[in-house]
C-alpha cells in the first residue's frame, strides 16, 4: 500500500487497491441556475456576462429595509424541473434564511429552502458507458438565491489559496438557483466515478431539454458538489464524506469522485482521521485540495424567512405546468436512434461527445442527418479540440451549419470551401453567407474561365492526356487538381471532369 509520510496527506492509493479495502459512497449536489429575466426575489437584470456590479438593487445587496418579491417564473421552472425529476411537488413550501457570513453573500444570510423544499423523493434512471441501465434517487430539489462572484488575485489558478487580494461581482446574487439533491449512492463501486459522470451529464440534458436554463458548466449556471466517504468492504455504517466543491466539467466530475477515492484510502489504511470539510477540484493536475472544515446543518440556523411567504402550489397549477413538460431527451433518443438507424454505441458517442442536440437542430435547420453528423463529430469536433472547449462552446450554431450544407447542395461551395467558410464563422466574420461573399469563396461558374483553366492544364500534361487517351482514365486527377489550383479551389469538380471527358472525347 502506498505510504503517507504526512498526517494529512495527498497521496493516494492504487485504484484497485482502494476496491479490495473500501466501498464508495456518494452523494451528488448540483446547482442550477435559471434563465429568468430577473432575479429570484428582486426585479434586477438577471443576465449574464454585463459589467462588474451593474445588475444589483437594494435586495440583493442586503441594504436595509429592502424587501424580497418572489419571481413567479423562478417557482413555476422549479416545479417543472421537479416533475421531470419524477418528485413529489410540495402543496405548500416555505422559504429560509440559511446563515452564514462571507464576502458573497452581502446579506449575510442566502435565502433558500430547508426542511419544507418544493420537490422531494423523485428519481432519474441513467445509462452507463456500456448500456448498464442505473437509477439515481433525488432527495430533494429546492430553490434559492445565488451568490456574488468572487475573483481572487495573486492566487494559483484563481483561487483563493495565496491570492493577494479578492473582488466581488454582485450581478450573480440573487439568480435563481435550483440546488438538486441525491440520496446516497450505494453499490457503485469500481464505477463510482462513471455513475456520478454519467448522472450529470443526463441531469444536465434533462435540464437544458427543458429550457429553464443554459446549463453552461465553463460559465458557472450548473456547478456539480460531489460528496464522498468510504467504508470498510461489509460494513453498512457510512464513513466520514468530504465534499468537492464548484466542478465544472463532466471529467472533471469522475476525476474528482476517482481522486477522493484513492486519498481517503491512502489515509485510512495509515490511520489518518478523514475531516468532514470541503476540498476544491484542481483542473491542471487533477485532485483535490483541502478547504475549510465543513458546518453542520446547525451551524447555519436555518429559520423561517419573515419576509416571505408561504409558496403554494395547487395541483391544478402543477398539472398545467407538467402539461407543458417537452419530449424527455432519452425518449428522444430512443426516436432518433430508430430514425436514422444508429446502433446503440454510435447513439451514445453521440451523446458523449455533447453533439446529439447540436446535430438534431442542425436537422432541424435543413440538413440531412448524416450531413449533419459529418460536420459536428468530425470537423467541429477537431476545431472544438484545438480550441479546448467543448462543441458547444464553438462560436457556430446548429442553423449555420445548415446553411453551410445547403450551399454545398446548392453547388455554390465544394467541401473545401465549405470549410472555409466555417473557419471563417469560427473567427467571428460574421454569418455564413457573409463570409462567403466577404472572402470570395463561391464556385466558379464561368465556363469560359474553367474551359481555360482545363485547356491550360491539358497542354501543360501531354504525358497525361497520352495516358488517358490509351485507356487509362484514373490520370485526369492530376489536371483536376491543376484546374483547382489555378481557380483557387473554387471550381465545380464535377464540372472540370465532365469538361476534361468531352476535351479527350
Not at 483535490?288 to 403554494?312: I, W
Not at 431527451?329 to 455533447?354: C, F, K, T, Y
Amino acid at each position: 500500500m502506498t505510504a503517507v509520510v504526512n498526517d494529512y496527506s495527498d497521496d493516494v492509493m492504487d485504484f484497485d487497491e482502494v476496491l479490495e479495502h473500501f466501498d464508495p459512497v456518494m452523494g451528488m449536489e448540483v446547482h442550477v441556475e435559471l434563465l429568468t429575466r430577473s432575479k429570484m426575489f428582486s426585479t434586477s437584470s438577471a443576465e449574464f456576462g454585463d459589467e462588474p456590479n451593474s445588475n444589483v438593487d437594494p435586495v440583493c445587496l442586503g441594504l436595509p429595509g429592502a424587501l424580497p418579491v418572489v419571481n413567479r417564473q423562478g417557482v413555476e421552472w422549479a416545479i417543472k424541473i421537479g416533475l421531470a425529476l419524477n418528485c413529489e411537488i410540495a402543496p405548500y413550501s416555505r422559504f429560509a434564511r440559511k446563515n452564514y457570513f462571507y464576502p458573497d453573500q452581502p446579506k449575510n444570510y442566502q435565502i433558500s429552502q430547508y426542511d419544507e423544499p418544493i420537490a422531494h423523493d423523485g428519481w432519474l434512471d441513467i445509462v452507463l458507458d456500456d448500456g448498464t441501465p442505473w437509477r439515481i434517487e433525488i432527495e430533494r430539489a429546492h430553490m434559492e438565491e445565488d451568490t456574488a462572484k468572487l475573483t481572487h488575485l495573486g492566487g494559483a489558478d484563481g483561487r483563493i489559496h495565496g491570492a493577494t487580494a479578492s473582488l466581488v461581482d454582485a450581478n450573480r446574487a440573487g439568480i435563481p438557483l435550483i440546488e438538486i439533491v441525491t440520496k446516497p449512492i450505494e453499490g457503485a463501486g469500481a464505477r463510482a466515478p462513471e455513475v456520478a459522470r454519467a448522472y450529470v451529464t443526463a441531469l444536465r440534458e434533462l435540464v437544458k431539454a427543458l429550457g429553464v436554463s443554459d446549463v453552461r458548466m465553463d460559465q458557472g449556471s450548473m456547478r456539480v458538489d460531489s460528496n464522498l466517504s468510504l467504508r470498510p468492504v461489509g460494513t453498512e455504517e457510512f464513513g466520514t464524506r468530504t465534499e468537492t466543491k464548484n466542478i465544472n466539467s463532466l471529467k472533471s466530475v469522475e476525476q474528482a469522485v476517482r481522486f477522493e477515492m484513492q486519498r481517503q484510502a491512502a489515509c485510512l489504511v495509515n490511520g489518518v482521521e478523514i475531516i468532514q470539510e470541503t476540498r476544491h477540484y484542481q483542473e491542471t493536475d487533477g485532485t483535490t485540495a483541502k478547504g475549510r472544515p465543513k458546518e453542520t446543518m446547525a451551524d447555519y440556523r436555518y429559520f423561517n424567512d419573515p419576509d416571505l411567504p408561504p409558496v403554494l402550489a395547487p395541483a391544478e397549477w402543477v398539472e398545467e405546468i407538467r402539461a407543458t413538460l417537452p419530449e424527455m431527451p432519452w425518449v428522444r433518443r430512443a426516436r432518433i436512434q430508430e430514425e436514422w438507424s444508429l446502433r446503440d454505441e454510435e447513439m451514445r458517442d453521440l451523446v458523449n461527445a455533447g453533439a446529439l442536440d447540436l446535430i438534431i437542430a442542425t436537422v432541424e435547420a435543413g440538413a440531412s442527418p448524416a450531413e449533419a453528423r459529418s460536420w459536428w463529430v468530425a470537423y467541429l469536433a477537431q476545431k472544438a479540440n484545438e480550441a479546448g472547449t467543448d462543441l458547444e462552446g464553438l462560436a457556430i450554431t446548429p442553423g449555420q451549419v445548415a446553411r453551410v450544407v445547403a450551399l454545398i447542395g446548392e453547388g455554390k461551395l465544394t467541401n473545401k470551401l465549405a470549410r472555409q467558410a466555417v473557419d471563417g464563422v469560427l473567427a467571428g466574420e460574421g454569418d455564413v453567407d457573409e463570409v462567403v461573399a466577404d472572402r470570395g469563396l463561391e464556385v466558379v461558374r464561368d465556363d469560359g474561365a474553367i474551359e481555360k483553366a482545363v485547356d491550360d492544364a491539358l497542354a501543360a500534361n501531354p504525358d497525361i492526356v497520352e495516358k488517358y487517351r490509351a485507356g487509362n482514365h484514373k490520370v485526369t486527377g492530376a489536371i483536376v487538381g491543376a484546374v483547382m489550383k489555378a481557380t483557387r479551389g473554387k471550381a465545380d469538380p464535377a464540372q472540370v471532369n465532365k469538361l476534361i471527358a468531352a476535351r479527350l472525347g
